[in-house]
């Protein structure tokens, strides 16, 4: 029989919000108390069994649940109803900042968290060396932690949960807030505690990323389970979901600008753009691996020696992903005349991995030293797979293999 690491047992968890609000002293003095409330069930007789040595995680929209899943089972929140069994050293890292005392330095910190996981003076000194090198805050150690950044917070907050010797980890999607090169160390962390059979539970919006650390999921949706089982079939099946409802309430993705007096005085202006199938269909999704076509409408007030357009696409959780530019591919536009134009860019056999992607537009001049016209966030759109594989990253890069 499995051991478990963790067993959570029809758990059901109440909120209570009050609608009548008394925000000002002066209100709850003449008023009284707030009365009206009502209950918010944040958790719906939820069960979930994790074996130990396996990394589990959690997925669902904002709000389903997740968050208030692991702060059920790292103890922070009592259930309203049912039970949950932990077995052995549990590290948490949920909040930001949290079980952190912002008027110590990370050094005192460190050793705080290290007693309150019940581990030996010789331990937390033995650890103290490679949480700070692994934090990367050599030079801020020593600083009170009300000093350090959110991404500093992180951090260390990582550095010390995976160091203290945890035999279950439970992290939430806090990890977003460092950067790409810290992230990717993360994981690459994670992935060696769970070779070394600790119990790891992530809940992270990185669908793809969980694919590759996951080995079974639990979908959440308004706090109850919609399903649990392999993790590339629950992300497919959560992802069709999300696609459906999105298909329900978008239009096609497109964009339109009036220029303002000032800007009607510039050389260029950008008006228009729209996301549309390689037979000029609008549309309100891409797939992976399927060609589409960006058109971007612009007007000239003068005579203008051929631009320099570019667009970029930004992943929703931060990175710039990648871009292109006319220039690039050496389409240049020849001399344009005041009038305007509109440009068809064709993303050949779309290489951007599922997700959903920010799209951001440039023009610069002839030499590619001054800007035209700049317009951020002009699309937003959303990427799925037409194979049903969610992949790692951001992009697909071709390749083929020879052994010889």
């Known amino acids: 029989m499995t051991q478990l690491a963790i067993h959570a047992d029809d758990i059901s968890k109440r909120f209570v919000r009050f609608t009548d609000q008394r925000n000002t002293i002066k209100e709850r003095l003449v008023r009284g108390r707030a009365k009206k409330s009502e209950d918010f069930w944040a958790l719906k007789n939820v069960s979930i069994e994790i074996p130990q040595g396996s990394v589990y995680g959690l997925i669902g929209h ?33 909040e930001l900042g949290a079980g952190f005392h912002p008027d110590m330095t990370g050094r005192e910190n460190i050793k705080l ?5 019940g581990l030996t003076k010789k331990e937390i000194t033995d650890a103290t060396d490679e949480i700070i090198d692994f934090s990367g805050l050599k030079d801020f150690i020593d600083d009170p932690v009300k000093h350090y950044s959110s991404g500093m917070y992180v951090r260390l907050g990582f550095a010390v949960a995976v160091h203290m010797n945890p035999e279950i980890l439970l992290v939430d999607e806090v990890l977003a807030v460092g950067d790409e090169e810290f992230q990717r ?15 790891i539970i992530v809940v992270s919006h990185g669908l793809g990323q969980l694919e590759g650390l996951c080995d079974e999921v639990t979908w959440l949706d308004h706090g109850e389970v919609q399903k649990t089982g392999p993790t590339t079939e629950i992300i497919n099946a959560y992802l069709e979901r999300v696609n459906t409802e999105e298909s329900a309430r978008s239009r096609q993705v497109a964009a339109t ?23 000029g269909e609008p549309l309100n999704h891409t797939e992976t691996g399927k060609t589409f076509a960006i058109t971007v409408n612009f007007t000239t007030n003068q005579e203008l020696l051929g631009p320099n357009l570019r667009i970029a696409f930004q992943h929703e959780t931060g990175p710039l992903v990648t871009m292109v530019s006319n220039h690039r ?65 951001f992009v697909t890069i071709p390749a083929t293999f020879t052994i010889t």
């Open 62 to 94: 904002n709000g389903s649940g997740k968050s208030t899943m692991l702060k059920i089972m790292s103890g922070i929140y009592r259930p309203t109803s049912g039970t949950i069994t932990t077995h052995g050293r549990l590290a948490a890292l949920i």
């Open 113 to 117: 968290n290290g007693s309150i996981l």
């Open 185 to 199: 160390k993360c994981f690459d962390h994670l992935s060696k505690l769970r070779k070394a059979g600790k119990t």
């Open 257 to 279: 600008r009036t220029a303002s007096e000032e800007q009607d005085k510039n050389e260029l202006v950008l008006t228009q753009a729209q996301i549309l199938s390689p037979e």
């Open 329 to 393: 591919v050496h389409a240049d536009f020849g001399v344009l005349q005041p009038k305007e134009y509109q440009v068809t860019t064709n993303i050949i056999d779309n290489p951007l991995l599922p997700g959903r992607y920010r799209v951001h537009i440039d023009v610069f001049d002839y030499t590619g030293t001054r800007t035209l016209d700049t317009w951020n966030e002009v699309l937003e759109f959303p990427v799925r797979s037409a194979s049903g594989e969610i992949g790692q990253g």
